[in-house]
Every structure is written in C-alpha cells, then in structure tokens.
C-alpha cells in the first residue's frame, strides 16, 4: 500500500514561532504537494516539488517556504506563523504518469496558530 | 487559471434516494479523479478516468467522464449513510492537480 506519512496530526504554535510540517513518502514517487484545506476554499496548492531540490509555487505560496533534499520527504516551512495559516494541511504525492496522475494522501496536520 | 466547479455544495437526503454530483471546467485534462475524505483524515482516491467519454463503477458509485474531458459527473444509487462524507474531483494537467472544493454529501438515515 501507498504510503504518505506527515509527521504529526495537530500542532499548536505561536504567533512567529517557525513551524516545520514534514511529509514521507515510500512509493518512490516523483511529485509531491503540499495543500491547505479551509472551510469554502477547498484544497489550495501552496508548493509542489517534482524532484529532488526543485520546487514550484501554487496558488498561495506567500508566508512559506519549502525543502526537498531527499526524495521521499518534502517539508513545508512556515517562516514565521500567524494566525491566519490557521489550518488543515495536507501532503500528497503522485507518481509521473502523464495520462493517470493520481495523489496519495497523508492524514493531515491541524494547524492552530495562536 | 485552471479551475474546477463542483455542484452542489451540500446535499442532504434520505436513504435509498439517487443522487448525482458535477464536477466542470472549460479546461481540458489528462485525466480527473474522484476523491473521498471523512472528517480529520486525506482524500482517499476513489477513481480516476482518462478518457472522454468514459464510464466507471465502483459498486453503486457510477463515474462518467464527459467527451470533451472538461467534466465529470458522479451518480449514487441508493445512497447509504456510509456514502456520507466529502467528494473531490481533480484534475491532472502537466504536474498539477487541481481540486474542486468539494460537494459535501450527508446521507440521513
């Protein structure tokens, strides 16, 4: 079974603390997501990565950051938390297939910024 | 920007009752898929179609893709509580994926 591991299900932090999510993966996929998910917005793309080092902007990349030095992790980084990154983030991957891009999920990490 | 609507929203009904879902674009994608997530976890994938036209079942779940591959519809025979739960549709284009936001689907007993 595919297996999308990110490394805590709920976090509390402070206002300008940096926040670390990590994501493993261990289907030796190429692609990899990082989404927010919010009540009425839906699934937001903040950063996605298709290999080792490279990185993509999304939708809404502003107030993160994000590192892939091996490919089976991606970390996304919040720099310095605020209350409005409040949140559920999801990690996901996908293997190169053009015409059948399928993503695998993690669990989730809630997010609560106070 | 590619963007993929997902009609209704919400749907609430009873048991045993048919429903279908929407899922449209006006653009074309390689591929869409069907995803379903309950509360505190990920999206689960429930099917992906590729080519136009195309239908897929999955028990009394029947997915279509529309000819020109901009949409997609999902219909639920019999709807059981199980069924409750969050529908996503996405679409793969070059690396991305790209999701609806949703239809949230309650199924009363």
């Known amino acids: 079974d595919v297996k999308v591991t990110q490394s805590s299900r709920y976090l509390v932090k402070r206002t300008g603390e940096k926040v670390f999510l990590e994501c493993v993966q261990d289907m030796d996929h190429e692609n990899m997501f990082w989404y927010r998910q919010d009540p009425g917005l839906g699934l937001r793309l903040i950063y996605f990565s298709y290999d080792v080092k490279m990185k993509e902007k999304g939708d809404i990349p502003e107030g993160y950051s994000v590192s892939r030095e091996k490919k089976e992790r991606f970390s996304l980084i919040l720099e310095s938390a605020s209350t409005n990154q409040t949140s559920m983030y999801l990690c996901?991957?996908?293997?190169?297939?053009?015409?059948?891009?399928?993503?695998?999920f993690g669990q989730g990490t809630r997010l609560t910024v106070v | 920007t590619q963007l993929l609507e997902q009609s209704p929203q919400f749907l609430s009904i009873q048991e045993g009752e048919n429903l279908t879902v929407y899922c449209n674009s006006s653009?074309?994608?390689?591929?869409l898929q069907w995803y379903r997530q309950e509360p505190g976890e990920g999206p689960v994938l429930l099917v992906t179609?590729?080519?136009?036209?195309e239908v897929k079942k999955l028990k009394r779940l029947t997915f279509q893709f529309g000819d020109a591959r901009k949409d997609s519809s999902l219909h639920i025979t019999a709807a059981q509580p199980g069924d409750t739960g969050l529908y996503l549709c996405a679409g793969a284009s070059h690396d991305k994926i790209i999701f609806g936001k949703g239809t949230r689907l309650h199924i009363l007993p």
């Open positions: 653009s074309v994608f390689s591929s």
């Open positions: 996901a991957s996908s293997a190169v297939w053009i015409m059948n891009t399928e993503a695998f």
């Open positions: 179609v590729v080519t136009g036209g």
